[in-house]
C-alpha cells in the first residue's frame, strides 16, 4: 500500500501527520514538505499522498497498522479525529505505538482550557503522553474560525444568521492556517518539547461583532439571533444530527455564553513572528463558500 514506494529523499526529519487531510493537517503538511521534512500522510486507505510525501496506511481503529505507519518515524502530529470518542481504546495505543517505535517527539492537537477541564477526551490523552514519558507538545487551540466555513456555513450562506447559543460571550478565535504554522514550527524547530502552547487569535469577539464583520465584507446582512439551548438543538435535530453531537456542540457555546472561551494569549503572535490572522481577513478570504 503506502509504504511500497520510496520516500522522497529530504534534509528534515522524517514525520508521520494523522488528521492530514483536514483544516489544519492539509495545510501543516505544505508547511512541513516546504520546511524539507520527510512526510508521512496517514490515512485508513494509505493512498492518499500530497506532492512531496508518502502515504501510509493507518486507521486509529487498527492496531495492525499503527507499527508499520510509524516504523522509522521522528515525529507524530496526533490529531484526535471527532469519531474517536473511546480514546483509552482506539488513541492511547497509538502513542504506545509510537513509543515502541522510538519516537522522539509527539505534538498533540488539544484544547484551550484543557488543564482546568479533565473531563474533555484531550486532557486524558495528555495525561496519558506525560505518563508514558514520550517527549511532546501541545498546542491547545481555541475556536476554530473554519468552524463557520464548515459547520456553520449553511446557515450563514442560507439562511443569513450566524446560530449559535452564545449569547453575548466573548470567543478568542483562531485561524487553522495559524495553527499549522505554529505546528510546523514546533516540528521542525528543537526546543519546544515539553511545551504547552495555548493559541489564540489577537481579539476575543462577541458572535454579533462576528455577524457584523460577515455583514461588511460579504455585502449582505447576517444577523446573530442569540437563539437559546433548546432553539439551537432543535435546529440540529430537524437535519438528523445525531443527539450526542448537538449536546457537544451546545456544551461548547454554553461555555461561550458563560464568558469563558474569550481568554486571549500572546503564544500565537510570539512563535509566529507576526500577528494572528484576523477575523476580518479569514472571512475575506473564504468569502465565496458562503455566496
Same mark, same amino acid.
Given at each position: ?38 512526510? @508521512?500522510?496517514?490515512? !485508513? *486507505? ?10 501510509? =496506511?493507518?486507521? &486509529?481503529? +487498527? ?89 456553520? @456555513?449553511?446557515?450563514? !450562506? *442560507? ?10 460571550? =466573548?470567543?478568542? &478565535?483562531? +485561524? ?116
Amino acid at each position: 500500500m503506502g509504504n511500497e514506494k520510496a520516500e522522497p529523499k529530504a534534509k528534515g526529519p522524517r514525520v508521520l501527520v494523522t488528521g492530514a487531510s483536514g483544516n489544519v493537517g492539509a495545510p501543516l503538511v505544505a508547511h512541513l514538505v516546504q520546511g524539507g521534512a520527510s512526510v @508521512r500522510v496517514a490515512s !485508513r *486507505e494509505g493512498t492518499r499522498a500530497p506532492p512531496g510525501t508518502t502515504a501510509v =496506511r493507518f486507521d &486509529f481503529e +487498527d492496531p495492525s497498522t499503527h507499527a508499520p505507519a510509524l516504523a522509522g518515524v521522528e515525529k507524530v502530529f496526533l490529531l484526535r479525529p471527532p469519531a474517536v470518542t473511546d480514546v483509552n481504546r482506539h488513541l492511547l495505543p497509538v502513542v504506545r505505538a509510537a513509543k515502541d517505535a522510538g519516537v522522539r517527539h509527539v505534538v498533540f492537537l488539544s484544547l484551550l482550557g484543557v488543564e482546568k477541564n479533565p473531563v474533555v477526551p484531550h486532557a486524558k490523552v495528555e495525561r496519558f503522553i506525560l505518563e508514558a514519558g514520550v517527549p511532546h507538545t501541545f498546542l491547545r487551540p481555541g475556536f476554530f474560525m473554519q468552524n463557520l466555513s464548515t459547520t456553520h @456555513r449553511e446557515d450563514i !450562506r *442560507e439562511h443569513g444568521e450566524l446560530f449559535v447559543p452564545a449569547g453575548s460571550g =466573548r470567543t478568542s &478565535f483562531i +485561524d487553522t492556517r495559524d495553527i499549522a504554522a505554529v505546528g510546523a514550527r514546533t516540528l521542525l524547530e528543537e526546543g519546544h518539547e515539553g511545551k504547552a502552547y495555548d493559541l489564540t487569535g489577537s481579539e476575543a469577539l462577541t458572535y454579533a461583532e462576528v455577524a457584523a464583520l460577515f455583514t461588511e465584507v460579504l455585502g449582505r446582512p447576517i444577523r446573530y439571533p442569540a437563539p437559546g439551548a433548546l432553539r439551537f438543538a432543535a435546529r440540529w435535530y430537524g437535519r438528523n444530527v445525531p443527539a450526542s453531537y448537538i449536546a457537544v456542540m451546545t456544551g461548547i457555546y454554553t461555555v461561550c455564553r458563560l464568558g469563558l472561551a474569550g481568554t486571549v494569549t500572546p503564544d500565537t503572535e510570539a512563535l509566529l513572528g507576526r500577528a494572528p490572522i484576523s477575523m476580518r481577513q479569514f472571512i475575506q478570504d473564504h468569502k465565496s463558500c458562503w455566496l
